[in-house]
């Protein structure tokens, strides 16, 4: 399968613990994004990187989540003290083309369904 | 604050209906328009999209839609729903130049068979 990978795809915490997710993009694509997404809502944009550069952060994104892309290859979503607002699913897409053009066809993963208890 | 909005949050049709799913944005400048879709059980692929040019445009499955600047819509038509086609509908724009992509909250499209 050579699309978008995350894993794990559910993780269950308790509140204040920190959790790591991580996502395997299309292997030629030098964009990654992440979101999150809750019941009843559209994937809410968190950060987005071209290759290893973090180049977007969302303000609504607290001191407690950040996101790598150390290699421009895979990239990790930390969220340090988890609070239960923060059960979501996380989603990741990549995307490639034309170097500066932001605006193609985003490949979604399956996303990661966190509950925190 | 820059938004998307989708009016309809759930729409049960027929099989053979007619569908239009309406989305307005709120940006003021350039943009690119999608429309993504995620099947029962599956990611969200992306059905069409718009970046200039001739605004109306055709994706897959028979899928088309009309962006009209001036209304600030990119709405979401099929001529005759399948069953196959029950499905959420998330409109997304992204300012030209930007990175940022904007989702509407979706809408649930339900047909009956």
């Known amino acids: 399968d050579t699309g978008v990978s995350q894993d794990p795809r559910h993780k269950i915490t308790k509140r204040g613990q920190n959790v790591t997710f991580r996502c395997d993009p299309i292997?030629?694509?030098?964009?990654l994004y992440w979101y999150r997404q809750t019941l009843g809502q559209g994937p809410e944009f968190l950060t987005y990187?071209?290759?290893?550069?973090?180049?977007?952060k969302s303000r609504l994104l607290s001191d407690r989540f950040s996101a790598e892309r150390p290699k421009g290859s895979f990239s990790t979503l930390e969220i340090q003290r988890t609070e239960q607002g923060d059960s979501a699913m996380y989603l990741c897409?990549?995307?490639?083309?034309?170097?500066?053009?932001?605006?193609?066809?985003?490949?979604f993963g399956p996303g990661t369904r966190l509950t925190v208890l | 604050a820059q938004s998307v909005s989708q009016h309809n949050h759930h729409v049960i049709l027929s099989e053979a209906a007619s569908l239009e799913l309406g989305c307005n944005y709120s940006?003021?400048?350039?943009?690119?328009l999608f429309w993504y879709v995620q099947y029962p059980g599956q990611h969200l692929q992306l059905l069409l999209k718009y970046f200039s040019g001739d605004p109306l445009v055709k994706g897959i499955k028979g899928f088309e839609a009309e962006f009209i600047k001036s209304k600030f819509s990119f709405n979401l038509r099929k001529p005759s729903v399948q069953w196959s086609d029950t499905a959420e509908y998330f409109c997304?724009?992204?300012?030209?130049?930007?990175?940022?992509?904007?989702f509407g909250a979706g809408t649930r499209l339900f047909v009956k068979a």
């Open positions: 940006y003021g400048g350039t943009v690119n």
């Open positions: 990187f071209q290759n290893e550069a973090q180049l977007e």
């Open positions: 897409a990549s995307s490639g083309g034309p170097s500066g053009r932001a605006y193609n066809e985003q490949f």
């Open positions: 997304a724009v992204i300012l030209t130049g930007g990175f940022k992509t904007i």
């Open positions: 292997s030629e694509h030098n964009r």
